[in-house]
Structures are given as C-alpha cells and as structure tokens.
C-alpha cells in the first residue's frame, strides 16, 4: 500500500498547488467556520480567496425516504415548486435577478435530502442569501392550484421521458421497490408514482413544506469568495428573523442495513435492440468500513477501461458493448449495482455465466495488491478534483455536514479507502453480494408487432 499512499498524496498536493490550471498555484483557505443561528439553521462557510464566486448552497433535510405510502413524489416536487415564486419574488425573477449578475441556480432531489444552490460574483452574495431566504420563509404566500398544477404536470412528464419512454429507465424503478421492503424509507421512489402525483392535493403539499421547509431542517453551505465574518453578518439579517421551530422528525438508520434474506429475479421487456442485465444488492450505510470496501471493489469491477469486467466482456471476449458497477451511499442502506448490455447477437445466458463468474471471484479470491493500489487512488484523485468544482465542493461539505457532522471530512474519506485490504475487500463482497442477496432483472427486447 506505500505507492497508493504516494500516489493518494501526490492527488492532493495536485489539487492543492501543483497543477497548471488557473488558480491551481494557490491552495484555497482552509479555514472553515461553523456555527448556529438560534432559529436552528445551520451554517458552514469555507473561504476560498483563489476565486472569484460563491456558492450558496441550502441543504433540507428531507428526501423521499422521508415520504409516507400514498404520497410520494412530494420531495421533488417541491424541488420544482421552489422555483415558481415567493412572496417578494414572483415567478420568473429568481432567475432573472441571478442571470443579471452573471449568476446561476439549480436544485436536486434523492433518498435522503433536497438542495438548491447558485453560484454568483463574490460580491452578489447578499443578493444570493436574500432569495434562499425568501423562498425559505415566503414560498406559500406564492402558491395556488394552478401552479402545484403546472409543476405536478411537469413531474409526470420528467418520469416518463427518464424512466418510462427512457430505453431500460423502468427498470430501474422496479428493482428498487424489489430491493426494500413495502414501509421502508428506500422503497420510495423519488419520482413518486403517477397515482401519488395526481392525488396530491394543495392542502397536503402545504403540510409537506409547512413540516420541513424551516431554518431548524436545514444546512446552508457558502464557498467561495466569502469573508466568514461578513457572511455571518448577512445570514444573520436574512434568516436571523425567522422564528424557531422544531426540528422535524426524519428517518434515521434505526437498525443496521442487512442483505436481502431471498434473490428476487424480475424480467421485463423494452423497445431496445440488446438485452442488458443487472444485478443489485443492498449494503451497508456510507463512511463506514464496508462502504468504503465497496467503492473501491466498484472500480475495480467496472470503473474504468482498465476494469475487470470492462477488459473481459467488453474488449477480451465481445459479449457486451456496455458495462458498469457503482455503490451508492444512502443513509437507511446503501445499494450496489453491476449491469451489462449484450452485444448484439450474444446470448443473453452466455453474458450473465461470465458477469457471475466475475462476481463470484471477488467473493472467493483476494484482488491483487496492484489493483486495490490502483483503485484507491484513482477515488482518491476523482474527490480531489471534484473539489476544484465549487458547487461540487458544496455539495460534499453539507452532505459531509449532515450525515458525518465533519464539513471537513475529504481526509477521512480517503483514510477509508486506504484502509481497505484484499481481506476486507473479500469479506465485504462475500457478505453484500452473495448471489443468494441480489435482485436480478433482465430487460429484453420487445417483440416487434407485426403490421
């Protein structure tokens, strides 16, 4: 492990000054003040004198595993209300009032939260805050049935073009609800349900936000050009004012995650040329040991042109012309995911023998010392230079934040990973992935109707 442990160094002294890009030369303030607004609001600022933005970033705790059977969706349709207009900031002027100043906005929505940020000039963060705040306290003061109309319109319409028209998109839904059980958190679908949507009424759309739209239940993040004192100062006059509320009660990992006890084979078809098949397991919680064992084993199988899978079924034998494998860090339990599209003219049994027979090694045989090598500092280079991105740096510090309490939490990350050996590594894959563990789905190519 010494040349990982180089090499994972020489990642960070790259970022941090020994790259050749601009502003690379100067290693950004590593300075980051945390503190509470009485309200509840927490907030975290990390100054970055090398640049000449902010980003803003608002991180509610709430996502769809926080959602109840029978409304769903409800997350990231608030995602989407959030931009149609606030008490001081009709429809339209959020937008308008960022692009003048040469600024930008977006928000997204998974599991575990919902976030929205912008990144504007170093001197406009008072305009940025300003907004965050008013849609924080003034969003339903815009609210009518014709804009949870409009919006719940727009929601139906983005599931369908990323899941249902989308070639294997629904799919994926299907093994989710097959992965968690009915009543836990993971079993809701961030996209909600057509059925959820249309039912949705003004009155429990309300109760949603009124519930965990408020300072108490959420993080704000600013990186960038910012002077911590002076951020203080604006955070403190723009939601200083708000009144404490309770903190709401989201779900929490009770109990630990555990494999699922039976396999769950599913088939379906889809206007596709190739099959493709996956197989996906539940696994443990992020930053934890196992985690971390499972994001290195991920590259190792398919994160790369130089991965396992990659080198076998793509370039050696022909069997498939796409592949991947990904572990995806969830507060009520992770999910692993291997899948592979056939190559045209393949037998979908001949592609699914050789992706099991890859599984199986890793359960049974210690990877090699050069490949764990390889593979943690390939993760460890990818989050230094995501860092380089400001509104990916604040996206990781408030989920740093909020799920691990540590803004700072990048050197620990990879502590994890350097941490991983071939033992561990085999002992995670055997008890994760085992065959007897995982959801399968095989996506067929629908017959053709005969004109």
């Known amino acids: 492990m010494k040349l990982a442990h180089w090499l ?39 100054p970055d004198p090398t640049v000449s933005s902010v980003v803003v970033h608002v991180w509610y705790r709430v996502g769809s595993k926080d959602e109840v059977p029978g409304k769903t969706g409800f997350a990231h349709l608030f995602e989407h209300l959030m931009f149609k207009g606030s008490r001081d900031v009709p429809d339209g002027k959020f937008d308008m009032l960022l692009e003048s100043v040469g600024g930008w906005n977006n928000g997204t929505t998974n599991n575990d939260r919902t976030n929205y940020f912008e990144q504007v000039p170093g001197n406009q963060l008072e305009l940025a805050l ?13 609210m009518n049935q014709s804009v949870l109309d409009n919006q719940r319109d727009v929601v139906k319409n983005e599931r369908r073009q990323s899941y249902e028209n989308r070639p294997y998109g629904q799919a994926g839904l299907d093994v989710q609800l097959a992965l968690w059980p009915a009543g836990h958190g993971n079993h809701n679908l961030t996209i909600g349900t057509m059925a959820d949507l249309t039912a949705a009424s003004l009155a429990d759309v309300e109760a949603f936000w009124r519930q965990y739209y408020r300072p108490s239940n959420a993080t704000l993040v600013l990186v960038g050009n910012v002077d911590a004192a002076n951020a203080e100062t604006l955070v403190t006059k723009y939601f200083g004012w708000m009144p404490k509320q309770a903190t709401p009660k989201t779900r929490t990992l009770d109990a630990p995650a555990t494999p699922l006890a039976a396999p769950v084979t599913l088939t379906a078809t ?28 991920a590259q190792i199988l398919g ?16 069997l498939a012309s796409d592949i991947g494998a990904g572990y995806g860090g969830q507060v009520l339990g992770g999910e692993f995911e291997i899948s592979a599209i056939a190559k045209g003219g393949v037998s979908v049994d001949k592609l ?17 010392a050069d490949e764990l090598a390889r593979a943690v500092t390939t993760l460890t280079a990818s989050l230094w230079q995501s860092q380089e991105n400001l509104s990916a740096r604040a996206a990781d510090i408030a989920q740093w934040t909020v799920q691990t309490n540590d803004p700072a939490f990048a050197s620990k990350q990879i502590a994890l990973w350097q941490a991983v050996t071939p033992a561990s590594l085999q002992a995670s894959a055997a008890k994760w992935l085992a065959d007897t563990a995982a959801v399968s789905m095989t996506v067929m190519p629908r017959a053709k109707e005969s004109k």
């Open 270 to 297: 889809d206007n596709v040329t190739e099959p493709k098949l996956s197989y996906t397991f539940r696994t443990d919680a992020p930053y934890t040991a196992a985690a971390a064992d499972l994001e290195v084993l």
């Open 352 to 368: 699914r023998a050789a992706l099991l027979e890859e599984l199986a090694k890793v359960r049974t045989t210690p990877v090699t």
């Open 8 to 46: 994972a160094a020489a990642a960070a002294s790259f970022w941090l000054g020994g790259a050749t890009t601009a502003n690379a030369d100067r290693a950004p303030d590593p300075s980051i003040k945390r503190f509470q607004l009485p309200n509840g609001l927490e907030v975290v600022v990390a």
């Open 130 to 142: 300003y907004l965050e705040a008013n849609r924080m306290a003034g969003l339903w003061d815009a």
């Open 303 to 318: 994160g790369s042109k130089t991965s396992r899978l990659y080198k076998r079924l793509v370039m050696k034998e022909r």
